[in-house]
């Protein structure tokens, strides 16, 4: 993809970290004065080193405080480059080469970037909550981790819908991966099976179901490349041809992190005409929601 911010732009924000850090303040504040990023009050105390007190909740907090910017540990202009870098689909290895960064670092920085996609998404309070147990990794507002490839509870199911060149990926209630199962044995429900990731034929409203199995599945009885041909794959469905492809190339995809996928691939897709820079960098600037109340 190209993008519409001006190279110029783009190289100031790569090389200069004090533009860097003032460009994503501006997106902070929203075009405001400095406010507490946990109670919004505007009336603030200037403290030493660059740090700020709420007169009225007493928080004591930085410029980053509580947002997803605040995750990863790099420099401002690291990050901007990393999301320039994520923006054009780059792996997250070519990324920690490009940056001199470990693996590591970058694929936290990554995660980070999916979670303030996935949180800006209007079905963000379900994808946080205990079916997928990614909400188990906010604490304070902070990004306490990685999910763990080992997941411990029932699997959950996604529900697939295009309309009018739009996607909607839905986490369903009330329907597992022991459900799809089900419905494939008394129901003939087709399944399709690509490594671990599973869809469906059609579904009620639903172009597909799909999921991400693990151990807990019996997989091989679940066809490899199955001969089955499913709705999407029949349909001309847009968002499946731009999808396919994309989750073949995710690499070590597990149960837990399959949702941050998802939501991720809704999200290129339905923006797949706009320069995502500028959108990501508006929402890693947004403040990590509060998973403890």
């Not at 897709?269 to 947004?286: H, M």
Request: charged share 25%; net charge positive; glycine share 6%.
């Amino acid at each position: 993809m190209g993008t519409d911010v001006e190279q110029s732009l783009l190289n100031e924000l790569f090389t200069d970290e004090g533009f860097a850090r003032e460009y994503m303040l501006d997106k902070c504040r929203e075009g405001r004065e400095q406010f507490c990023p946990r109670c919004g009050e505007r009336k603030i105390y200037h403290l030493s080193n660059n740090r700020y007190r709420c007169s009225a909740c007493k928080y004591t907090f930085q410029d980053f405080s509580c947002r997803w910017i605040n995750n990863g540990g790099l420099k401002m202009s690291e990050l901007l480059r990393l999301i320039y870098m994520f923006s054009t689909e780059m792996t997250a290895h070519g990324i920690s080469n490009e940056l001199g960064i470990s693996y590591n670092a970058a694929y936290k920085a990554i995660t980070a970037v999916r979670y303030a996609i996935l949180s800006q998404a209007i079905d963000a309070a379900q994808f946080l909550g205990p079916e997928t147990q990614l909400g188990e990794y906010i604490k304070g507002r902070k990004l306490t981790g990685i999910p763990k490839k080992k997941y411990n509870g029932a699997i959950p199911v996604f529900g697939i819908m295009e309309k009018q060149d739009w996607v909607f990926i839905d986490l369903m209630q009330n329907i597992n991966a022991e459900s799809v199962l089900h419905f494939n044995h008394n129901f003939h429900l087709k399944l399709v099976r690509n490594g671990n990731i599973i869809h469906t034929d059609r579904y009620q409203n639903y172009d597909a179901l799909i999921m991400c199995g693990n151990e807990t599945l019996p997989l091989q009885y679940i066809q490899k490349y199955s001969n089955t041909t499913a709705y999407i794959e029949k349909s001309g469905n847009g968002f499946w041809d731009f999808a396919r492809e994309r989750l073949k190339k995710y690499k070590g995809i597990s149960t837990q992190r399959f949702p941050l996928y998802l939501k991720e691939l809704e999200f290129r897709y339905n923006f797949r005409d706009k320069d995502i820079f500028e959108i990501l960098t508006d929402y890693v600037s947004k403040i990590v929601p509060d998973m403890q109340n």
